[in-house]
């Protein structure tokens, strides 16, 4: 049975949902959806949640995730950040007056390679709000990094669960019009 079949009925739910007012079992149902979803799908869901004018920005919305997650989920989600910024913004970053503040450390040391890795143990130095102020320059620099972020998300459905209904509902509102064509 394909995704579709097994799933097309709850989706169709969702189709021109209000994520002002978002259903009582939203959470439930995304739960369901994420798990027959083709990963790309589920990516494409969260990056239109992560995009819209009806939910929070995108940096404060990763600030909230990495508050969340576990240790290895925020040195994921810290590498994909490093990752996107690129050597110049890190560069930029780990001068003077770059602000970023653990961050920094982690950007010099990651400065010089061709694909940053952070570990646990360095993510958990990091604040929240470092996060943001990170997220927030890295998206300026380059949009595309909703997408990144939504992939390394999308491996953690229940993580972006904690953004709230609206989230939940705009990601599967947009897998329902996708379906539609």
Known sequence: MSWMNEIGGLLQQFSGANPANPP?????????????????ELIHGITAAFQSGQTPPFAQMISQLFGGSNGQQQAGALTALLTAAGPALL??????????????SIFSRSAGTVTPTVTPEQASQVSPEEVHDLAAKVEKKDPSVVERMSSVYAAHPGLFKTLGGAALTIALAKIAERQRG
């Open 91 to 104: 560069s930029q970053l780990t001068s003077a007056g770059g602000g970023l503040g653990n961050l920094a």
């Open 24 to 40: 009582a079992n939203v959470e439930d149902h995304f739960d369901r959806a994420a798990q027959a979803l083709p990963q790309s």
